[in-house]
């Protein structure tokens, strides 16, 4: 299978302007995220402002910001707010807040208006059932479920995301997102276990022109690296 031969769909995760708007030219990618911890990595001092930028020329595709409220009703306000900026803006809203309190009776409010929300920082099969049972059927919604994370703790997350996938499949304007993948292997076992999308970093992408690369090569290249690299640092031994 080549990149081109996928069925999900790869959104581009970051906060760069520079990369937004070259990975916007990219057949590959068919959508974007951010969050507030890659802004702020990213420098972003101005939340609206940055935003607001990049709507200026990511204008048909997908776009998700977050809402940065801890309380339930002014993350729904919040949410309002942000999705007023534009018909391609999707509201990520926490499952829980900061006291662990769920989000569905805001989630349900903002579906049932038609706001798209993008259900972030989703761990477990009971989280992917509420999010669900929350949402109104008629409104497009995605849910993010943190694949990546799953996999630190230990536990392979390719079954686990091939059951919340058969679990949103009954949820026809519902998408599932494989959440903080860790290596490029990742998109083509997310395509695999039945998820609509995949949020990619803008290194994860480059390594997708490693796809085929012949391996005795690869092993050659890697040894003219590491020969390069200790002959430009001047490294020595004393043979004597």
């Known amino acids: 299978m080549t990149s081109t031969d996928l069925k999900i769909k790869v959104f581009a995760d970051g906060a760069d302007l520079d990369d937004i708007r070259a990975l916007n030219g990219n057949p590959l990618i068919r959508g974007f995220t951010t969050n507030p911890t890659l802004m702020r990595a990213a420098g972003v001092t101005e939340y609206e402002a940055f935003a607001r930028r990049v709507l200026e020329f990511i204008t048909d595709k997908p776009i998700s910001f977050e809402v940065f409220a801890d309380e339930l009703e002014l993350m729904y306000r919040q949410a309002k707010v942000i999705a007023s900026w534009g018909g391609n803006v999707n509201v990520k809203i926490p499952v829980t807040n900061t006291k662990g309190q769920f989000t569905g009776p805001i989630l349900e409010r903002l579906s049932r208006e038609g706001v798209q929300v993008n259900v972030t920082a989703v761990f477990t099969h009971a989280q992917v059932r509420d999010v669900l049972a929350a949402l109104c059927p008629d409104t497009h919604a995605i849910v993010s479920v943190f ?67 012949n391996l005795d090569e690869f092993s050659l290249d890697t040894v003219k690296m590491f020969y390069k690299d200790a002959t430009t640092a001047g490294y020595q031994i004393n043979l004597d």
Request: charged share 20%; with cysteine.
């Open 147 to 213: 694949a990546g994370r799953i996999a630190d703790t230990g536990l392979d997350p390719i079954p686990y995301m091939e059951e919340a996938a058969a679990m949103i499949a009954a949820f026809p304007h519902a998408e599932l997102l494989w959440a903080s993948p860790r290596e490029v292997l990742n998109i083509y076992q997310a395509d695999a276990a039945g998820c609509d999308i995949i949020t990619v970093t803008p290194n994860l992408l480059k390594k997708l022109s490693l796809q085929g690369k």
